[in-house]
T-cell receptor, first 110, second 113 residues
């Protein structure tokens, strides 16, 4: 099983739609979780950290399910500018090596 | 907002040549990383650096690769003898501590011909 797995998509949604991505991780000792956004040929940019109790930032909501070892990202009221690849990042404690999933591609169309 | 800077943005080199990719991490950060991303593939960990030494490296980071922090600000990745398969985007990242998110530079696109 891969360390961090994501459905590559693409998810093709109209503006205004709500879309959700999941990411599963294999190491139960993982302690830090993040969602990053990556535009074509650009660097990953932090979208949000994911906390145990779940957290929200505007239209974005992140959830963590430790028992099932997955994290999720919900985007409400999608904008054209949300079109990007969303990267799930997981890190264990100890030697801190954030590990990236392959990313989920989102295309928001008019 | 402070940011990680990388130079050059694009480097073209011939197979067998040495390249040095440069990074200036955020000044109060303590942990430094190099990642690479081959076109169309995922972001892969190469090496992490803390307290002036390598803390972890991946199997990709073989003897052809080395990292240095020659002064208080720069963090470099050297590839001694480049191969065609080294062509990729190389990202430098830094963070202030464990559990904190990584901040990435804009990347260096390395093309080996």
């Amino acid at each position: 099983r891969k360390e961090v797995e994501q459905d590559p998509g693409p998810f093709n949604v109209p503006e205004g739609a709500t879309v959700a991505f999941n990411c599963t991780y294999s190491n139960s000792a993982s302690q830090s979780f993040f969602w990053y956004r990556q535009d074509c040929r650009k660097e990953p940019k932090l979208l949000m950290s994911v906390y145990s109790s779940g957290n929200e930032d505007g239209r974005f909501t992140a959830q963590l399910n430790r028992a099932s070892q997955y994290i999720s990202l919900l985007i409400r009221d999608s904008k054209l500018s949300d079109s990007a690849t969303y990267l799930c990042v997981v890190a264990r404690g100890g030697s801190y090596i954030p590990t990236f999933g392959r990313g989920t591609s989102l295309i928001v169309h008019p | 907002e402070p940011e990680v800077t990388q130079t050059p943005s694009h480097q073209v080199t011939q197979m067998g040549q040495e390249v040095i990719l440069r990074c200036v991490p955020i000044s109060n950060h303590l942990y430094f990383y190099w990642y690479r991303q081959i076109l169309g593939q995922k972001v892969e960990f190469l090496v992490s650096f803390y307290n002036n030494e390598i803390s972890e490296k991946s199997e990709i980071f073989d003897d052809q690769f080395s990292v240095e922090r020659p002064d208080g600000s720069n963090f470099t990745l050297k590839i001694r003898s480049t191969k065609l398969e080294d062509s990729a985007m190389y990202f430098c990242a830094s963070t202030k501590g464990v559990s904190s998110p990584l901040h990435f530079g804009n990347g260096t696109r390395l093309t080996v011909t």
